[in-house]
């Protein structure tokens, strides 16, 4: 069965592979090969869509990516509702469902299109006028009734179900576009050996050929050609060719960032296949060859459905065999149009009547079409066109004014000239110039390795074109370094040709005129707004852009940009050049946000790092915590426990028996070399020159400014090697903080940095019975005190695995830190454990060491600390040895505002009720009875209740606070004031005996 | 140098080792990702004037050119950075001992429990790996033997092509279970 515009034997699609398909609720059926757009056509139907400001009816402008207009949702699913897609590019799939936007309650009925006749309220610039006060109106009134009211598609509310793939890749050549200089230039380059990468956004290639009926090349079509030189460059081991693939953009030194559509025209993709997949290539040389874009003819109304670019309507009839009209009119400023007429009238398509602006122009396509006996009106212009849902009919006037005459046509084909699309080069950072004669921006001067070839570099003409694009083809594989080819450059037996054109409105839409002649079809932008806005005030083209919005919808302007141009040059009465072109960016077209993520979403959204023994505590009940990208064990419920329960309870055990802690993910960094201590007395505030192998130091280091950068257990394990500990967070930027010392700072030193934070599982065993719970497991470490004193490490075995063991404690108790080899983490826990079940030890998380680590008044460097406290601030001065002459931030140490008095200090906090816990964060004032806003002297940074102390505890940063010592402060909070007394930061065994006990 | 905690073959231990992801595997068509059996593995720094002792020492000879390897009797030695190499043995001898009895100035600091090994194998395997990598894989910059300290999407990794469609991928522990995840979804894709 035939659609009623599809025209027999006209075409290349095959009539027998149909596909149905639905738009708004309708079933049609269009033949496979078919875009949307094509296939809507070939059903007579126009009217796709509603504009975006006037919700006026529009049809389809284009047959490509330019499309402005006929933007469509394509809903697969619940959750795959794609808003905005381009019917002109969406290729038709059986079972393919597509509604219009923008419109309510139906397309050809919709009562937003008020805002048509009211249109005069919204003039250019509307925005800014008119919804500026009340304030309070924008966020519930105008933001929200604004967006339901110029609103595009609907965005899907459900999660992408789909899933999008990513590829890095080189090449010597990459060719972006793939019609008749494109394939040239990649023949060209493919023949050297060269590895070359050609990739086009259609979905077959050859670009104009695809309508230019006139091309010949090597004796065949010029699409017949292009589909044979393809196949040809498909076949060859160094040419990757990538159909459905726009190059979106151009960035520093020939990355260019392209994305494939894979499955976007398939029925049913198979879960194997991504949405889509993007390509990030590093090319040594770029050719562009993105050709150029048909410009509209700005005349009144030109904006009904059937008015379309003439190379759109030939594209429909010569790719497609769809007529879009029975009794068309062409409205031009060029040759173009001429041979859509000729092709439609040889295809049995009345044409009404040519109207050419032109005066007296000449040449093959007009003694053609003047043949076929085609009505041709030179001079002349279409002053408004007639219909509503359809164009009707074109008003006819001689150029100079003069008498009106309507000729009924059911689509108007126009063509007012190409503009090259110097889009990516643009993006290059390539400046585009004007060149005078033809009217019309083309690359200049480059600014990386690549160029532009064929009609996007201004060159007219297929012969040309061909020359052009493979002796660049050749030139770009040769200046990458590859060798001379052998190829064969295509011949070009016959050729299409035109240039010139107008840009700007026609008559009938000038300076005076308050026609609606449309500029910037997806924004709603009249020539009347550009002029409007220049008389305004504005005279960069950049504010007359932002001002208008034109060239600012997702179309970016590939047909409106020149015409508004032209218009504001006019307009300000400078020449084109001088008013500039707004600047080009990425994405070329819209680029969804799946391709950009690609496989990083789930658990590929960033890395989850795990312990090892991270199973265990899972199967343990572990709650865990994030801590970076690591997942640590919070606490360990037991069946009916709460988190304060929990806590409480492991908080208890380990000081009266012991516990089991995962220290795994503490930064670990070994430092080795003769120079060693060297660098370790520059990096850190300690000595450390003195302290025995087989000792530790708690270490602390600073910033250049002298604040508190990092701390952490060292054990020296021998002269000449140190193992560093840092804060979990802290881990990667220590390391780099040390190198980076290192390599600048003291280069001179002989000394060597390795992380081995993963090469080491760390299981804290604290409490009173630790040594109890290791000693059975540890060979060749004698555990005594005296040989194995508080702030120790020895080397040997625990399980008959080498183990660095670390006699260090973070929670006051005896306490020893077990290093083995990763891989033998969770198996030497599983041991520990046993041995602690004998003792009635417990597993302990995150936030009992918290909690523990407080009730000594052990800081955390990132919490009690916040980058502008110094050692002294934090009780710490012990630390910083006094002898000492260098470190990082010993000059800062001594600024005037770091040793002044009445700096913030931290100390303990008691609230008078026990029972309350303060919140962390809260500030700290001296009397509450003063006027708002109170002086604030300080906050909150660690508080718990404590099960141990039977009460609450808090650590704060308080201005002066340790001569506060015994005072009564005041924490306001939003319920009341909570007084509280200033102590020390040791809440439990202040004289350190359990160390030993 | 003073030796780091050297192996000794006393006691054998009495618990089980459990390497990360231990025999995970995923095929998909033209590629198969899976993770390799542990092996010793050190990082070693040296001045130029260390590297003959410590090549001596180690069997093989230190590359000294960037982005390559040498491999001798199932040791490999990365070239990582100017005075950096990763040192590999899967024929379960140490190189840490081995390193242990040179005099001549150097670092060498264990790490086979810090780094896991992942293998990415078959026709599809630099596409694989180019899901991520954005180095240049073809054989002429990334020949067998190459080797080179690189990304893979958000994690860092080693990467060696140990053949014309074999790549080996060294990444840290806890980033192993990423770093597979990834070349699994990768490899999936990789055939299309």
């Not at chain 2, 059996?37 to 410590?54: C, D, K, N």
């Not at chain 2, 990444?171 to 192993?176: A, I, N, P, T, V």
Request: glycine share 10%; aromatic share 8%; with cysteine.
């Amino acid at each position: 069965m035939n659609a009623a515009f599809r025209i027999p034997g006209a075409g290349r699609l095959s009539q027998a592979k149909t596909a149905s398909f639905s738009f708004d609720d309708k079933s049609y059926t269009g033949i496979e090969g078919d875009t949307l757009a094509s296939a809507l056509l070939a059903n007579g139907v126009h009217l796709v869509g509603r504009s975006f400001k006037y919700h006026r009816p529009r049809g389809f402008l284009s047959a490509g990516a330019e499309e402005p207009n006929a933007l469509v949702q394509i809903v697969r699913d619940d959750a795959r509702k794609t808003p905005n897609v381009r019917a002109t590019v969406q290729e038709l799939y059986d079972g393919l469902t597509a509604n219009s936007q923008n419109r309510w309650p139906s397309l050809a009925f919709d009562v937003g299109a008020v805002n048509d006749i009211a249109s005069p309220l919204f003039s250019a610039g509307f925005y800014y006028k008119t919804f500026m006060w009340p304030k309070s109106a924008w966020k519930n009134l105008y933001e929200p009734k604004i967006r339901a009211a110029a609103g595009l598609g609907v965005s899907p509310d459900k999660p992408d179900p789909d899933h999008y793939a990513a590829r890095y890749a080189h090449c010597e050549v990459l060719v972006l576009g793939g019609g008749a200089a494109g394939i040239a230039a990649a023949l060209a380059a493919a023949e050297t050996g060269a590895r070359v990468i050609l990739a086009d956004e259609q979905a077959e290639f050859g670009g104009s050929l695809r309508f230019e009926s006139g091309a010949k090349i090597d004796g065949e079509n010029g699409y017949s050609w292009a589909q044979a030189a393809v196949a040809k460059l498909k076949a060859m081991d160094n040419v990757r060719v990538l159909s459905r693939t726009t190059a979106f953009g151009y960035y520093a030194q020939n990355f260019v960032g392209l994305v494939e559509r894979v499955s976007d025209h398939l029925k049913s993709p198979g879960r194997e296949l991504a949405r889509e997949r993007l390509w990030q290539v590093r090319a040594r040389r770029v050719v562009i060859a993105t050709g150029a874009i048909e410009r509209h003819m700005v005349f009144a109304n030109n904006d009904r459905p059937g008015v379309m670019l003439a190379s759109a309507a030939r594209t429909y009839l010569n790719h497609f065999g769809v007529a879009v009209g029975r009794n068309v009119g062409v409205y031009t400023a060029n040759d173009s149009a001429y041979a859509a007429a000729i092709d439609l009238k040889k295809a049995g398509v009345n044409v009404a009547a040519i109207v050419d602006l032109r005066d007296n122009p000449s040449g093959p396509v007009i003694d053609e079409a003047r043949a076929l006996g085609i009505e041709i009106n030179f001079g002349r212009a279409v002053v408004s066109a007639g219909g509503k849902l359809r164009v009707s009919s074109m008003t006819v006037q001689p150029k100079n004014g003069g008498g009106e005459r309507t000729i009924p046509v059911d689509a108007i084909l126009m063509s007012a000239g190409w503009t090259p699309s110097v889009h990516l080069f643009s993006q290059s950072r390539g400046k585009v110039a004007f060149n005078d004669e033809t009217k019309r921006f083309v690359p200049g001067t480059y600014a990386q390795d690549c160029v532009s070839v064929g009609a996007c570099n201004g060159t007219d003409g297929l012969s040309a074109t061909v020359d052009e694009a493979y002796a660049a083809g050749a030139k770009a594989a040769k200046d990458a370094g590859a060798k001379t080819g052998k190829g064969i450059k295509p011949k070009v037996d016959a050729s299409e040709s035109w240039s010139r054109g107008m840009l700007g409105a026609a008559p009938g839409a000038g300076p005076g005129t308050t026609v609606k002649a449309f500029v910037d079809f997806q924004n709603d932008v009249t020539a009347k707004d550009i002029r409007q806005a220049v008389h305004e005030g504005m005279r960069s083209i950049e504010h007359v852009k932002r001002f208008t919005t034109n060239g600012m919808a997702t179309d970016q302007g590939k047909t409106s940009n020149m015409h508004g141009l032209a218009i504001a040059a006019e307009e300000l009465g400078k020449p084109i050049p001088q008013v500039g072109l707004t600047t080009f960016r990425a994405p070329y077209t819209p680029v969804t946000f799946g391709s950009i993520v690609g496989h990083a979403r789930g658990a590929l959204f960033d890395p989850t790092r795990r312990t090892a023994t991270h199973g265990w505590a899972a199967s343990h009940g572990a709650v865990f915590e994030d801590v970076g990208q690591w997942k640590r064990a919070w606490y360990f419920p037991k069946a009916g426990e709460d988190m304060h329960a929990a806590v409480d309870r492991e908080c208890v055990t380990v000081r009266k028996t012991a516990g089991l802690f995962d220290a795994s993910t503490l930064g670990k960094i070994e430092v080795v070399g003769p120079d060693a201590a060297k660098f370790m007395e520059l990096l850190y505030t300690n000595p450390w020159e003195k302290l025995e192998p087989g000792r530790c130091r708690y270490g602390i280091m600073l910033r250049e400014d002298g604040f508190i950068y990092d701390d952490g257990v060292v054990g020296r394990l021998a002269p000449d090697r140190f193992h560093v500990t840092t804060t979990t967070g802290g881990a990667p930027r220590v390391m780099h903080h040390m190198e980076d010392y290192l390599q600048t700072e003291f280069p001179h030193l002989n000394v060597w940095l390795t992380s081995i934070t993963e090469q080491w599982a760390v299981i804290a065993v604290q409490g009173p019975k630790s040594r109890d719970i290791i000693a059975p497991l540890v060979e060749g470490i004698d555990m005594s005190d005296e040989a194995l004193p508080h702030m120790s490490v020895r080397e040997g075995r625990i399980c008959g695995v080498p183990t660095r063991l670390f006699r260090m404690s973070f929670t006051g108790e005896r306490g020893f830190e077990v290093n083995v080899p990763a891989d033998y983490g969770e198996a030497v826990w599983e041991a520990l454990w046993a041995e602690g079940q004998k003792h009635g030890a417990a597993a302990y998380g995150t936030e009992t060491m918290h909690v523990l680590r407080a009730e000594k008044g052990y800081i955390i460097v990132g919490q009690d600390t916040d980058g502008t406290v110094t050692p002294n601030d934090a009780g710490l001065d012990w630390a910083v040895g006094k002898k000492k002459t260098d470190f990082v931030g010993i000059r800062g140490l001594a600024r005037p505002d770091l040793v002044a008095k009445g700096r913030k200090q931290l100390v303990g906090l008691k609230t008078k009720d026990p029972k309350v816990v303060l919140e962390e964060g809260a500030q700290i004032v001296a009397d509450p009875k003063q006027a708002i806003p109170m002086k604030m002297i300080g906050h909150v940074t660690s508080s718990y209740w404590s099960e141990n102390c039977g009460r609450s505890i808090a650590l704060a940063l308080v201005a002066g606070g340790r001569d506060r010592m015994g005072e009564t402060l005041y924490v306001p909070m939003p319920n009341g004031t909570i007084e509280v007394e200033v102590t020390g930061m040791v809440f439990v065994d202040e004289k350190g005996e359990r160390l030993n006990g | 140098m003073a030796k780091a905690a050297a192996k000794t073959n006393a006691a054998s231990p009495s618990v089980e080792r459990r390497p990360a992801l231990a025999g995970r595997a995923v095929s998909a068509a033209g590629v198969k990702v899976e993770i390799l059996p542990p092996a010793e593995r050190i990082s070693l720094r040296a001045p130029q004037a260390s590297l003959a002792a410590l090549s001596k020492a180690l069997g093989v000879t230190l590359p000294a050119k960037p982005k390559t390897s040498a491999t001798k009797g199932g040791r490999t030695a990365l070239w990582l950075g100017p005075d950096e190499w990763l040192i590999i043995d899967e024929a379960g001898k140490d190189p840490l001992a081995d390193c242990a009895k040179v005099s001549a100035l150097h670092s060498a600091v264990g790490i086979s429990h810090r780094n896991v090994a992942i293998s990415v194998t078959g026709p599809a395997a630099a596409v694989t790996v180019n899901a991520g990598c954005p180095q240049d894989l073809s054989l002429d910059a990334f020949p067998v033997g190459a080797a080179s300290r690189t990304i893979l999407g958000k994690s860092e990794i080693v990467l060696m092509r140990t053949a014309a469609d074999a790549f080996r991928v060294e990444c840290w522990r806890s980033l192993s279970d990423y770093v597979f995840t990834l070349l699994s979804e990768a490899a999936s894709d990789a055939a299309n």
